[in-house]
């Protein structure tokens, strides 16, 4: 998107802000392996691994603490259409990786084929959530091999709830906790997905934000800073396009269940807001009954699809999550 186009889009909102990459956005890219960079009084280390699957080169980054030999390890799993920056928003006390790096985990992310920086697809039905499950397990292999832990916890965003769960139904012996974050329990609604690559945009990186009456983006619930960065680090990272085999996995019936929770056998955290348009509620409330024993159901009242970075409830989101690891 021209710079143009992008003030006019935040000039709707009456927000004034930067144009420019963010030090989110810029950070982790121009970061060689094992370097170090800092954020608030805390320094952390930040490194790449080469992992490849299926002849495509994927993205595997860890980090912690620099100078700690983190015993816990933990591996985020990003949702539909943008990848893992997500989950490091490098603005106040915001960022997930940081704040479970803080909490003594070594803090993996891995780019599904296709997402990101891993490599490109050709197909861009081919990363599914069944190929997805696949790509997570080869994550977990290798994080597993350079650490010589048999258990690592997995926690999946959004569409990343669909692919952590198959993978933890298929592979159960390497998790020791699952995290479902807004989970989608169920299809979001019938509809044909033709095109094998989704066209991605700053207004559809920003469609998770909570707005108010007027259509506006709500400034209670998202600070603007965080708007910005998160869709400067989508564009920055994900650029024009991404796969559509998990949106075409998602766009079925609501009737069709797209997490398998009887077959789930190891303890699951199902966290989420009340106000996630995503989720079906019916499913979400009624989930623990599947799950295995030692899983547990966090709402967040007030809180919507974007949780982990929304001012009033991301302090709780964090809290809960890390409570039900250390348990």
Known sequence: M??????RWFGL???????????????AEALPAEEA????????SYEEYALERNGIALHLDRVAVEDTEPEK???????????????????????????????GYAVWRVDI?????????????????????EDINAAVELITQETGADKLDVLGWSWGTVTSSRFAVKYPEHINKLVLYAPILSGLGDYDVDEDFHYNTWEHAADDFQKDVDGNFDLTITDPVIIEMYCSSCWHYDRDY????????????????LIDTESITVPTLVICGDQDPYLNYDLVNTVTETLPEGSALEVIPGASHAVMIEAPFYQDFQDRVIAYLED
């Not at 960079?37 to 952390?44: C, G, V």
């Not at 390890?73 to 990786?97: A, C, P």
């Not at 991404?242 to 269940?257: A, C, I, M, T, Y």
């Open 73 to 103: 390890n933990i591996l985020l799993v990003h949702g539909l259409t943008y990848s893992s920056h997500e989950f490091d928003i490098d603005y106040e006390d915001y960022s997930l990786v940081r704040f479970l790096a803080r909490e």
């Open 13 to 27: 909102i009456t927000l004034s802000l930067a144009l420019a990459v963010t030090p989110a956005a810029a950070s």
């Open 37 to 44: 960079f800092t954020s608030e009084e805390y320094t952390y």
């Open 242 to 257: 991404s796969p559509n085999g998990g949106r075409r996995d998602l766009l079925v019936d609501s009737s069709e269940k």
């Open 2 to 7: 021209s710079n143009a186009r992008y003030r």
């Open 113 to 133: 084929a296709g997402y990101g920086r891993s490599g490109e697809v050709e197909d861009g039905f081919m990363p599914d959530s069944d190929y997805a499950a």
